[in-house]
């Protein structure tokens, strides 16, 4: 079975710096997809960044990147340039391709102007 | 865009009421599911669906029942709600079987049973 821990409750960060988000699974496959979603105020989930486990390469979106440690079994997310609109909860979430999404605890983001 | 409408933002219901959460997704999806999110637990799976009909325990279905009788609504039952179903519930939906594209999520009802 898929675990998957988010060990930071509450971040905080000043606006325009960079911060990094904690993530760590656990896995016995070797065929599995890893994910960050946002859920700000709204409470609409949205997607942030993607990561296929057997690409050696980080993904990135614009200011989103991800450290993929796999041997560490760590997935952390760098969000740069923090903005006022980046304050949300944050999940860490991943499962095999056949399974269903397994999600972490959550971490609450405060961005201080 | 794909959207998943969640028919209530708030709802508050009194103990051992049978309570419906309908959720309806307008893109042709197959696959639909229910998480529950709590503080400190993230969210958690209680049913999912894979065909119309088609009804799968996720990891906490106790006390909750679904039904699927059309491809784009999902309904997650309390049969008799009580205190500890107070809690937020989010639907969610995914064109593929596998998670390989992540699911899209809607707003969240926000249950309080008194």
């Known amino acids: 079975a898929q675990t998957v821990t988010q060990s930071q409750p509450e971040m905080s960060v000043q606006e325009a710096e960079t911060v990094t988000l904690s993530c760590t699974y656990d896995t016995s496959e070797s065929d599995y997809y890893l994910f960050w979603y946002k859920q700000p105020p709204s409470r609409q989930m949205i997607l942030v960044i993607r990561?296929?486990?057997?690409?050696?390469q980080n993904a990135t979106e614009n200011r989103f990147s991800v450290n993929f440690q796999k041997a560490a079994k760590s997935f952390s997310l760098k969000i740069s340039d923090s903005q006022l609109g980046d304050a949300a909860m944050y999940f860490c979430a991943g499962g095999t391709s056949g399974s269903r999404l397994t999600f972490g605890e959550g971490t609450q983001l405060t961005v201080n102007p | 865009d794909v959207k998943v409408t969640q028919s209530s933002r708030y709802l508050v219901k009194r103990t051992g009421e049978k309570v419906f959460l309908e959720c309806v997704q307008d893109?042709?999806?197959?696959?639909m599911f229910w998480y529950r999110q709590d503080p400190g637990l993230g969210l958690r799976l209680i049913y999912f669906s894979y065909d119309v009909k088609m009804k799968e325990k996720g990891d906490i279905p106790e006390g909750y029942s679904v039904s699927r009788e059309k491809k784009e609504r999902f309904s997650l039952i309390l049969e008799s709600a009580s205190t500890n179903q107070t809690s937020m519930y989010l639907c969610a939906s995914s064109l593929v079987r596998g998670i390989n594209y992540g699911y899209t999520f809607g707003s969240g009802t926000r249950l309080t049973v008194v």
């Open positions: 893109m042709d999806h197959e696959n």
């Open positions: 990561q296929e486990a057997y690409k050696q």
